[in-house]
C-alpha cells in the first residue's frame, strides 16, 4: 500500500521565495524546500492496482494551463492552538476547476476522495502547542508576502512516505496540462 496525493509543485524561483519566509519563529518545524506544494487531493492508501487505475483516469483529463500567485501568510488552528503556517493563493477560478475536474474524475471512477473543503494554500511549517498570539508577529511581519505570477502547466501524484526524520514526497507520475 502507498499513501497519494495529487499536488502542484513549484518552479525553482518560487520555492526559493517560500524558503526565505522560513526562519524567525522558534519552535517551528520547517517544510523543506524539495517538500514544498499544494495540495489538490488527498488519496491516502491505495493498492498497486489502484495506482494503475488513478495514472489512466488522470492522464485523460484535458484541462487548460493558467498563472496563479502565491500571496498572504496565515495559520491553520485546532482547539485553540496554531497547528501550521501557510502561504496562501491569490484568487483564481482555473486552480479551482482544476481541482474540481481532479474531484470529479476520482469520484465517477470510484477512488476514494478527501471530504475536505479546498482550502488552496502552500504549508510552510508544522507547529506544535503553539497560542495564536506566538504567532501572530511572524503572521503581521509576514503578511504582504507574495511571489510573481507563475504559469502552472502540471500536477503530479505523489507518494507520501513517512521516515523517522520526516515525511519524503516521491513523485510518481507528472500530467501535463493543455
Not at 496563479?68 to 501568510?73: A, H, N, P, S, V
Not at 476547476?97 to 476520482?106: E, F, R, Y
Request: glycine share 6%; charged share 20%; net charge positive.
Amino acid at each position: 500500500m502507498k499513501r497519494l496525493f495529487i499536488a502542484l509543485s513549484f518552479p525553482r524561483e518560487i520555492v526559493v521565495k517560500l524558503t526565505e519566509l522560513q526562519s524567525g519563529l522558534r519552535g517551528a518545524r520547517w517544510v523543506s524546500p524539495q517538500n514544498l506544494h499544494l495540495t489538490l487531493s488527498y488519496i491516502g492508501e491505495a493498492s498497486n492496482i489502484l495506482l494503475e487505475d488513478l495514472a489512466d483516469v488522470l492522464s485523460g483529463l484535458a484541462v487548460g494551463a493558467f498563472c496563479m500567485q502565491l500571496r498572504g501568510i496565515n495559520h491553520f488552528t485546532s482547539k485553540g492552538r496554531s497547528k501550521s503556517i501557510w502561504v496562501g493563493v491569490a484568487e483564481e477560478p482555473s486552480l479551482f476547476s482544476l481541482q474540481s475536474k481532479i474531484k470529479n474524475c476520482l469520484q465517477i471512477n470510484r477512488i476514494p476522495i478527501d471530504k475536505r473543503q479546498f482550502s488552496p494554500h502552500v504549508t510552510l511549517a508544522r507547529l506544535k502547542n503553539m497560542r495564536p498570539e506566538d504567532t501572530a508577529g511572524f503572521i503581521a511581519f509576514n503578511n504582504l508576502f507574495k511571489t510573481r505570477s507563475f504559469r502552472v502547466e502540471s500536477f503530479t501524484l505523489f507518494e507520501s512516505i513517512l521516515t523517522k526524520d520526516g515525511p519524503i514526497y516521491l513523485p510518481l507520475e507528472k500530467f501535463r496540462l493543455i
